[in-house]
C-alpha cells in the first residue's frame, strides 16, 4: 500500500490536484473541475492505463472518453464553477473500469437520447455528441448516485490482453 499524500491548498490559495496510488491497480486524481485541466485529465488516464498493462488503441479510446465526460461535469455540472472532480482508474481481469466523481448538477447521461444522425445538420437539437462518443468508444457507461450523494458516471472498456494483470507491469514501486 503507497502512502496517500496529503491535500490542500497550493501557494495561490487554491484547491489543487492530488494522485493517489492507493492499490497497485488503482489510481485516482482529485482535480479542480476547469477546462484548464483537460489536459492533466488527459495524461492521468493515458499514464494510468498505460501502467496497468492497457493497449494503446483501448487507451486512446479512455482518453476521448473520459475528456467528454469531465467536459460536460465542467460545463454542465458545475456551471457556476467551483467544484472537483475525483476520478479513479482501476483494472479488474480484461476490463479497465475509470468512475469520474463531482457533487455538480446531478445528470444520467444513460438516460439522454442517442443522436438522429440521419437528420440533416440544421435540424438536429444540439448537443449530446459527447456523450454518443463516449458510447461508441466504451463498453458500458454506468451513472448512479452515491450514497454521500455525489455523481459518479463509471466507463468500462472490456477486452484488454493479459486479463491476469492486475497490477503495475513494473512491478511494485519502491523495489530493486
Do not use: W
Not at 48 to 65: F, N, Q, R, S, Y
Not at 135 to 149: A, H, K, M
Amino acid at each position: 500500500m503507497i502512502p496517500e499524500p496529503a491535500t490542500g491548498k497550493g501557494r495561490t490559495g487554491r484547491e489543487r490536484s492530488t494522485v493517489t496510488e492507493r492499490h497497485m491497480s488503482n489510481r485516482t486524481l482529485r482535480i479542480p473541475a476547469e477546462l484548464k485541466n483537460l489536459a492533466e485529465i488527459r495524461e492521468f488516464v493515458e499514464r494510468a492505463a498505460t501502467e496497468l498493462g492497457v493497449d494503446e488503441g483501448i487507451v486512446d479510446d479512455m482518453v476521448l472518453a473520459v475528456d467528454e465526460a469531465a467536459t460536460n461535469i465542467i460545463l454542465h455540472g458545475y456551471e457556476l464553477g467551483g467544484g472537483m472532480i475525483e476520478m479513479e482508474i482501476r483494472r479488474d481481469g480484461d476490463a479497465l473500469q475509470i468512475s469520474l466523481r463531482d457533487e455538480g448538477t446531478p445528470f444520467d447521461p444513460t438516460c439522454f437520447p442517442a443522436p438522429d444522425l440521419h437528420l440533416p445538420l440544421e435540424m438536429r437539437t444540439p448537443g449530446g455528441m459527447g456523450i454518443h462518443l463516449m458510447r461508441l468508444v466504451v463498453d458500458e457507461v454506468n451513472y448512479c448516485t452515491t450514497p454521500q450523494g455525489r455523481n459518479e458516471l463509471t466507463l468500462v472498456k472490456r477486452g484488454l490482453e493479459n486479463p491476469d494483470q492486475t497490477s503495475d507491469p513494473a512491478g511494485p514501486k519502491g523495489a530493486d
